[in-house]
């Protein structure tokens, strides 16, 4: 669980499997395009990922092809949660979720003459 934690604290490494879980297969240089940092400073990110076995790369020919694993995630999960306050946590990030999203979207009260 140490690697996992290790690997989850690096802002650019969260942003990464962020990419990879929304685009499964993604190779490894459409992922470095997205970086405003070298190949190998994302190659190393990605060892560390690759380590805590939260990203799978598959070799075709010459490309990586990287995948999401949220296998260890969710064993942090299981740890330090039950199933009745998984159930609660799940229903209050839905409305922190969705609070957020209402306040992204609701209209700006002083681009409309209201105070």
């Known amino acids: 669980m140490d690697a996992v934690f290790q690997a989850l604290a690096h802002e650019s490494r969260r942003r990464m ?4 879980k929304d685009e499964p297969g993604i190779g490894v240089g459409a992922l470095a ?5 070298s190949r190998i400073a994302v190659m190393k990110h990605l060892s560390v990922l690759e380590e805590a076995n939260l990203i799978v ?3 075709h020919g010459r490309t990586r092809k990287l995948y999401f694993n949220a296998a260890p995630i969710q064993m942090i999960h ?3 949660t039950s199933d ?3 159930y609660w946590a799940g229903h209050m990030t839905r409305i922190k979720y969705l609070a957020e999203a209402r306040h ?4 700006d009260e ?3 003459g209201k105070s």
């Open 104 to 107: 992204e979207t609701a209209p």
């Open 78 to 80: 299981d740890r330090w």
């Open 17 to 20: 499997l962020d990419i990879v």
């Open 33 to 37: 395009a997205d970086f405003d940092v």
């Open 84 to 86: 009745y306050s998984a």
């Open 57 to 59: 790369s598959e070799k």
């Open 110 to 112: 002083k681009k409309q």
